[in-house]
């Protein structure tokens, strides 16, 4: 790939387009009122998907981008759980009785500093308020660091049938420089445990562009990875944005890989899974054949939401937690961020909602057309306008994005079809953003 494309387009700050509108799009004038509404209207009949945040962990991982809180106490991992708990009871409330539910998915954070005891009694009181099935799908986050045969078999009995394990790296110099010294045996340990337990189902996750990172150690942690044989892998790149997460200015600028190694890197993991078997997915992830995201994308069905690229069909994903974003049919919702502001809005009885984006006719035909390029790396715009009954002349603003990418040989649009080519797959992006109305607005 052209370091003139790379610099042009891999290296902007993009979005990644996992929802649009972007979360900076979302206001206050979506809140609490609007939620509740919402939550009303959901057809009794209609599956739903559940995402409970979790934002302990045990130590502080210096790359990492999420709002997460550092104990070493179980207190106020319980304090919270209760307070959760709350929350779903006052959002049941709101909602037809009970939802049936197609999929719960606990993130953090890491969910398993849930002792297994509280784990079982939040599963069992999800429960009660929703409406579970033989074939809801339940995964959970792992740190392999902190992961016990108790709550292996914890999981197991509250039915969990998923897990996604972070690894980020097996390089113990690239480990040491991110703060999570990770070794390979404690990974193939937890999966093991877990497969132990008939949890089979196994996502890892990987990162590129860490400090003091190489392609050859990027290739030797996904041949490591491979070895232990997931169903999937998300290979995500590693976003250096220092002045907004504090924590990853303890990480040196200086031994960062710059845009061209990142990319050389990227393409080596990929290549290197290929051949062990795994197909691509969209834009970072890779599935084995028979797994379901491999399935969803093989019949057109692959979806992308705030959790990354999924075969969850369901319309709405309520989100639960400190921080949490949920997609109704209307539009977005997005809990308090701070433990303390979430707390005190549950406390008093009210959803905890601190903003949101109400959706439009255009916005949601440009979210199809951003989808199927993020998960098919193509898609029909007249096709797309048409089954939403709008009018593609509304697209002309996205023309000339589009020839530039034309003219670098990143796409080719014929008739409205736009295709990704697929060595140029990395910078999908940029052809979504083609689409992004709000993209001169959001700051570089």
Not at 9 to 31: D, H, K, N
Not at 40 to 58: E, G, K, M
Not at 149 to 174: C, H, K, T, Y
Request: hydrophobic fraction near 40%.
């Amino acid at each position: 790939m052209q370091t003139s494309i790379l610099t042009k387009y891999r290296e902007a700050r993009l979005p990644w387009y996992t929802i649009y509108p972007t979360v900076p799009e979302f206001s206050a004038a979506v809140g609490a009122e609007s939620y509740q509404e919402w939550l009303n209207l959901l057809p009794a009949d209609d599956s739903v998907s559940l995402y409970l945040h979790i934002p302990f962990c045990r130590s502080l991982c210096w790359y990492c981008g999420f709002p997460t809180t550092i104990t070493c106490q179980d207190a106020p991992i319980l304090n919270y759980l209760s307070v959760l708990r709350d929350e779903i009871r006052l959002v049941s409330e709101q909602t037809p009785q009970p939802l049936p539910v197609s999929d719960v998915h606990f993130g953090g954070g890491t969910p398993t500093l849930i002792g297994p005891a509280e784990f079982l009694a939040t599963m069992d009181f999800l429960r009660r308020r929703f409406a579970f099935r033989k074939t809801t799908a339940v995964a959970v986050e792992i740190d392999p660091r902190t992961f016990t045969d108790e709550m292996a078999e914890a999981l197991a009995a509250a039915g969990v049938n998923r897990a996604s394990l972070g690894v980020q790296s097996f390089d113990p110099i690239v480990q040491k420089a991110i703060n999570r010294v990770q070794s390979e045996s404690q990974t193939a340990a937890a999966v093991q445990n877990l497969r132990r337990h008939g949890i089979s189902r196994i996502n890892f996750d990987l990162v590129l562009g860490l400090p003091h990172q190489t392609v050859q150690s990027c290739v030797q942690s996904a041949t490591a990875a491979v070895a232990m044989r997931p169903n999937r892998l998300a290979v995500f790149a590693y976003s250096h944005i220092p002045s907004m997460i504090k924590n990853q200015r303890l990480i040196k600028e200086a031994v960062l890989p710059d845009s061209t190694t990142r990319a050389e890197q990227a393409a080596a993991v990929a290549d290197t899974l290929v051949a062990g078997g795994y197909q691509e997915i969209g834009l970072d992830h890779f599935a084995l054949p028979d797994d379901e995201l491999a399935l969803a994308q093989k019949i057109g069905r692959l979806r992308r939401n705030s959790l990354g690229y999924s075969a969850d069909t369901c319309k709405t994903l309520i989100g639960l937690g400190a921080s949490a974003i949920g997609r109704i049919g209307e539009g977005y919702v997005q809990n308090e961020v701070t433990r303390d502001c979430y707390t005190r809005h549950i406390a008093a009885g009210r959803l905890a909602t601190s903003k949101g984006y109400r959706l439009t006719d255009e916005d949601r035909v440009r979210a199809a057309i951003i989808e199927r390029l993020m998960c098919d790396l193509e898609a029909d715009v007249p096709a797309i306008c048409a089954a939403h009954e709008f009018d593609p002349i509304r697209f002309r603003g996205s023309a000339e994005r589009l020839a530039t990418l034309a003219e670098d040989g990143i796409v080719d649009v014929e008739k409205g079809l736009i295709r990704v080519r697929q060595k140029h797959r990395f910078v999908i992006r940029a052809v979504a953003a083609a689409f992004d109305a709000f993209l001169d607005r959001v700051a570089a």
